[in-house]
């Protein structure tokens, strides 16, 4: 394998073909708004912490199990669609397409430099992509 321009690709899926330069335009935008979602969905996850943190007193570790259990199973599935999106993204990159690959590098480092201007007083201790 090695890095290559190109407008013929099979991303992620047999039915995400690309044959023409529009494909692959389309294909880097797609993947530019799957790394925006997966920012979204990784500060959200930091913003519920934080306000979690903000309206609740410390819980004793006996007192956990008494708490609501919807909760307990948000986060755990926020993290399931983000770890899944940034696999999706390493998969795209690992097409090697040059393009596809520069499209998943900016779009995670635009979104991430959003989300960090839009909310620098959160702690991104989720920012670690997985």
Known sequence: MSFHFGTEETILFDFWKTETAVGIV?????TVLLAFLM???????DYRK???????PPIAPE???KRSPQLDLIDPLLQLFQLTIAYCLMLIFMTFNVYLC???VVGEIISHL???TLYPHLNSSSSGHC
């Not at 389309?26 to 797609?30: A, M, N, P, T």
């Not at 920012?39 to 996850?45: A, D, K, Q, S, V």
């Not at 934080?50 to 609740?56: G, R």
């Open 63 to 65: 007192d956990r199990l």
């Open 26 to 30: 389309v294909s880097c935008f797609v």
């Open 102 to 104: 520069f499209f998943t």
């Open 50 to 56: 934080a306000q979690i943190q903000i309206h609740q």
């Open 114 to 116: 959003l989300y960090r």
């Open 39 to 45: 920012e979204t969905i990784r500060f959200f996850r």
